[in-house]
């Protein structure tokens, strides 16, 4: 079991070569993959990001919003853990406090690709960082 966040599910969709196949392993080895629902919006603007900056096409980001679609990523809601979110909003983005507080509550590694995260020191679970978009 495993929560993965915005930033490491990019990868899973669209990167190509070893950045790619090592979180895809990853994610297919867990089994029971988990998200808040939160997870939705971000996708939807990462990658439509990614293709108004010109690292994707059109074509790329419907493929990868219907390989999402197809995904087992059983979404939580986090409001249950508001006092959680709160206490870690001091050191990470209140949406970066909702994958942490999630796997916390799971008791579950997060699966991520921005280092930030486990550098804050702020996560109480393990936090496993994959082609770090911020080094």
């Known amino acids: 079991m495993i929560v993965i966040d915005?930033?490491?599910l990019?990868?899973?969709l669209t990167a190509h070569g070893s950045d790619g196949e090592l979180v895809r392993s990853r994610v297919a080895a867990a089994g029971d993959v988990y998200a808040p629902t939160l997870l939705d919006y971000e996708i939807q603007s990462a990658l439509l990001g990614m293709q108004r900056g010109g690292k994707l096409t059109e074509r790329e980001?419907?493929?990868a919003v219907l390989a999402y679609r197809m995904l087992p990523i059983d979404k939580r809601e986090t409001l249950p853990f508001w006092d959680r979110v709160k206490q870690l909003?001091?050191?990470l983005s209140a949406y970066?406090?909702?994958y942490v507080a999630l796997a916390e509550a799971l008791g579950v590694p997060l699966i991520t690709s921005d280092a930030r995260i486990k550098r804050?020191?702020?996560a109480k679970c393990e936090?496993?960082?994959f082609a770090s978009i911020r080094p």
Request: proline share 0%.
């Open 6 to 8: 915005c930033s490491a």
């Open 10 to 12: 990019v990868l899973v």
């Open 61 to 63: 980001v419907e493929r």
């Open 89 to 91: 909003h001091a050191n």
């Open 96 to 98: 970066d406090s909702q």
């Open 120 to 122: 804050s020191g702020a």
């Open 127 to 129: 936090v496993e960082v």
